[in-house]
């Protein structure tokens, strides 16, 4: 209880608070994301590209980042709710660390996105 309380509290700077913001955003996004087929034939047709790529060069070289994080960014980052990061603004200005921010936030995407095929909801996360 004192866990879901410290996690749900509104003071400045929580840092036990920003994990379950992240992953109930990446659940929203998904959710809105669910809607838009159209969206979701792009996102498939750019990992196939993608696919080739990490072949070619492997999984974690940059360009192979660049474009998963290419994809959210014309993709997902139009919805009108948004992912906001915090973090010191000098690592967040950093075109690599923003790639990589990127990217891991289309996997968070896909992974909630498995959440809710499973039967996952909100609450759950919530409460786990």
């Known amino acids: 209880f004192k866990a879901l309380a ?14 379950l913001r992240y992953a109930l955003a990446m659940l ?5 994301l ?4 159209d969206m ?5 047709q750019r990992l196939d590209q993608v696919e ?15 474009s998963f994080a290419s994809i959210y960014q014309d993709t997902l980052s139009t919805f009108r709710q948004r992912i906001q990061v915090h973090g010191d603004m000098r ?6 660390n923003a ?4 990217a891991l936030l289309l996997a968070g995407i896909r992974s909630a996105r498995l959440w ?7 609450w759950q996360m919530v409460f786990s």
Request: charged fraction near 25%; proline fraction near 3%; aromatic fraction near 2%.
């Open 99 to 102: 790639a990589r921010i990127r």
């Open 52 to 66: 080739q790529q990490v072949q070619h060069f492997g999984l974690v070289h940059e360009n192979v980042i660049a």
């Open 40 to 44: 979701l034939d792009l996102i498939g």
């Open 6 to 19: 410290s996690a749900l509290e509104r003071k400045p700077g929580s840092l036990q608070r920003e994990p």
């Open 91 to 96: 690592h967040l200005q950093v075109s690599s």
């Open 28 to 32: 929203t996004l998904e959710r809105q």
């Open 116 to 122: 809710r095929q499973l039967g996952g909801s909100r």
């Open 34 to 37: 669910d809607k838009r087929g």
